[in-house]
Nanobody, 119 residues
Framework: VQLVESGGGLVQPGGSLRLSCAASGFSFSAYDMNWYRQAPGKGRELVAG????????NYADSVKGRFTISRDNAKKSVYLQMNSLEPEDTAVYYC?????????????WGQGTQVTVSS
């Protein structure tokens, strides 16, 4: 099982980045997908989530209107388009897969990708 994030980097305030997460080794289309982030000295927080078919999407209040989550089940990938980036968005971003349809629930994490917003 692997979740491999890519697309992080250094960007100036107001800029954009697109994170990608490629999944392998499990039935991707059966899993809700989430993006979390963890800033230095802070806990991990949910940024955005998308259900298996994309029928339901949710965002943290802090990123609403700026970030967009999407998925491509054929490519076994989930994306996070981040616009109007702010220094407060600086964090390690993690891809997360969750299947609540099995017991116990099945969950996988990626290794994370660093996003730094700075001038």
């Amino acid at each position: 099982v692997q979740l491999v994030e890519s697309g992080g980097g250094l960007v100036q305030p107001g800029g954009s980045l697109r994170l990608s997460c490629a999944a392998s080794g499990f039935s991707f289309s059966a899993y809700d997908m989430n993006w979390y982030r963890q800033a230095p000295g802070k806990g991990r927080e949910l940024v955005a989530g998308i259900t298996t078919t994309g029928s339901s999407i949710n965002y943290a209040d802090s990123v609403k209107g700026r970030f967009t989550i999407s998925r491509d089940n054929a490519k076994k990938s989930v994306y996070l388009q981040m616009n109007s980036l702010e220094p407060e968005d600086t964090a390690v971003y993690y891809c997360h897969a969750l299947n609540r349809g099995v017991f116990p629930p099945s969950s996988y994490w990626g290794q994370g990708t660093q996003v730094t917003v700075s001038s």
